[in-house]
């Protein structure tokens, strides 16, 4: 992962199936401790990304003390939010906000 603007990080998700599906994520603006903006696109083993993709939006706040993040996800196209969703993106984010909570609690009890 580059984590720059310009920057970017190519990856693959991988179902419990074993089945893979590539993805590309370009970073276009960050403001460090409050917000960074990427365009992520599927793509092929090779780093072919299938256009369209997605314009995210993470803006990180501290609300009562405690951290909050908003994601803001923009699509084109509702066929574009459809194929999200079929491609299993509900299930995925799920369990990467999951993952998330839990390593936030994890390092929170450790200060």
Not at 78 to 85: P, S, T, V
Not at 98 to 107: D, G, I, N
Request: cysteine-free; hydrophobic content about 35%; overall charge neutral.
């Amino acid at each position: 992962m580059d984590f720059k603007v310009g920057g970017r990080r190519f990856y693959a998700m991988v179902s419990p199936e074993g089945q893979e599906r590539w993805a590309i994520q370009k970073y276009t603006s960050i403001s460090p401790k409050t917000n960074f903006k990427m365009i992520n696109a599927f793509a092929d083993i090779d780093e072919n990304p299938e256009l369209p993709g997605s314009d995210w939006d993470y803006t990180f706040s501290v609300q009562n003390g405690k951290a909050k993040l908003s994601i803001t996800i923009y699509n084109e196209s509702l066929a574009r939010l459809e194929k999200m969703i079929e491609m299993g993106f509900k299930e995925g984010f799920t369990v990467t906000m999951s993952s998330l909570e839990k390593l936030l609690t994890t390092l929170s009890k450790q200060q």
